[in-house]
């Protein structure tokens, strides 16, 4: 019997088959054609996979251009107003019709005006511009009227201090002897710095970040050559100095019922079993009781969830933090609740945005699901900016009447529609994220002092990711730390108010002979008052 093939080049003998020869050919045919159609749909199968893969890979080449070369704010210009704003705006208008005036509560901040002069905390002296004697000769009166006010800088100068210790020698039954004036105690002992001198340092480095090379030069220009490494061996020894204090921060923050966590690289050079490019980490916790806010930084080489366990030792109450899964392990044996962060959620949007083709950012009508959510989270900020200085009890009902309905809302869009949209995309991930983040991210509808966000750790981790990109890198594992502590000093002074390099230097004047908790205590950034015990710093600087 002749093939298929065969066949075809030459039709007549078709007919020269029998039926059963003539059945097996078809079925022949049939089955080549198969086998053709299967090899023909795993090319397309591949092709298709292909594409999917070019087009993630588009997508990612876009979102990294954008993070490199575009600005980092998070605002999108050309981010469409969607659907029902209009009936949101009535709703916040409504809503604010029905919040109660509140005395106690605080009212909404103005805008911010232009300052007109200079702050009247400043030292003023006064230049009188006079007239010659011929000049005023024959007037009938003569006054001064201020014409200008002007900034004056006054450029930093070293200075050294030369000690002198005054002795007494008395005698008695034939002995001598010898009384001396009392020192003041050196937070680091033998030093040649004095605290104004480290609290410069400190400041310099951790809240304006110069690393230590540009200090010795800036310091070299002023008359004298202090070299890095002994600014950063200073440092190092008020780790141990500053370590009270800061346990006993970290001992009122745990009592606290709300804290905020976040954690981010470091890079350190000399770290025991771990290589140079490995990473290490920098957590922060920031929360505690209302009027005594603390922000805590922490070194550990390891980002396993042993660490959150250690640094949240008695600590009972709300944890707000991303996706991370190290935060689980202290959630469950501390009995902790924890709650997510829109703003998490909020920036892997703001990522599939930037990530699309540039025709459909700005195409009319064109609306992409990552707008639609955005539209979503966007009322969910609305909302909370309107009771954002109310009373607890206030903010929770607006919380339950408003947001609840909404986030109600926006995950049945989500359940409804995560599976339209291509797997691995950007899109896709936020969608997928906020659905797996779910049960944390509506937690703080669930009590009145939570937040939606958390903000306040990322802006206080903010300063240490700056510096970083001054600085680098820490050499060893005692100067990571070291850092962290400096870190928690300043960011603390900051969160209560205070003025930071003025609250270290008061620290520093006075740790060394800080001996019991009560002095302790009064070192506390919230039991300072610097304008009244600045004035008795400069005894000895």
Known sequence: MKKVPDLLKNPDDYSKLSSAELLAVIADFQQQLESREKVLQVKDDAIHQRDRYITLLEEQLRLKKAQQFAASSEKQAY???????????????????????????????????????????????????????????????????KVKEELQFIPAQLKVFEIWQEKAVFHEDGQEQIVAAKRPVHPLGKCIATTSLLA???????????????????????????????????????????????NLM????????????????????KEDCKSVRSDKWMWVIRGGPPDQPVVLFEYDPSRSGNVPVRLLEGFTGTLQADGYAGYAKVCRENDITRIGCWDHARRKYIEAIK?????????????????????YIRKLY?????????????RYRVR????????????????????????????RTAMEY?????????????????????????????????????????????????????????E???????????YIHYVLNRIGEADTVEKLEALLPWNVVLESSLKNVAQYS
């Open 79 to 145: 981010q469409i107003h969607l659907f029902d704003e209009a009936e949101l705006e009535e709703e916040l208008e409504a809503l604010r019709e029905q919040l109660p005036d509140d005395a106690d509560s605080p009212k909404p901040s103005k805008k911010k005006r232009r300052q007109r002069g200079f702050s009247d905390k400043l030292v003023r002296e006064r230049i009188e511009l006079t007239l010659s004697e011929d000049e005023k000769a024959g007037a009938s009166k003569v006054f001064f009227t």
């Open 200 to 246: 410069y340092i400190i400041t310099s480095k951790y809240a304006d970040g110069l690393p230590l090379y540009r200090l010795e030069k800036m310091l070299a220009r002023l008359g004298h050559e202090v070299s890095r490494t002994s600014m950063a061996h200073w440092i190092i020894r008020l780790d141990d100095v500053f370590k009270p204090l800061i």
């Open 250 to 269: 970290r001992d009122v923050q745990n009592s606290s019922r709300y804290l905020q966590a976040d954690e981010t690289r470091i890079q350190v050079l």
């Open 355 to 375: 990530g699309a083709p540039s025709s459909s950012k700005t195409k009319k009508g064109k609306v992409s699901k990552a707008d639609m959510a955005l539209s």
């Open 382 to 394: 609305a909302i909370e900016r309107e009771i954002q200085d109310r009373k607890e009890a206030e």
């Open 400 to 427: 339950q009447e408003m947001s609840v309905p909404l986030l109600n809302e926006f995950k049945s869009w989500l359940e409804k529609n995560v599976s339209k949209v291509m797997k691995g995309s950007l899109t």
């Open 434 to 490: 906020t659905l797996n983040q779910w049960p944390y991210l509506i937690g703080y509808c669930e009590k009145g002092y939570l937040n939606i966000s958390n903000a306040l750790a990322e802006n206080a981790i903010r300063p240490f990711a700056i510096g970083r990109r001054a600085w680098l890198f820490a050499d060893t594992s005692q100067g990571a730390r070291a850092s962290a502590t400096c870190y928690s000093l300043i």
């Open 492 to 502: 603390t002074a900051k969160a209560n108010q205070l003025e930071p390099s003025a």
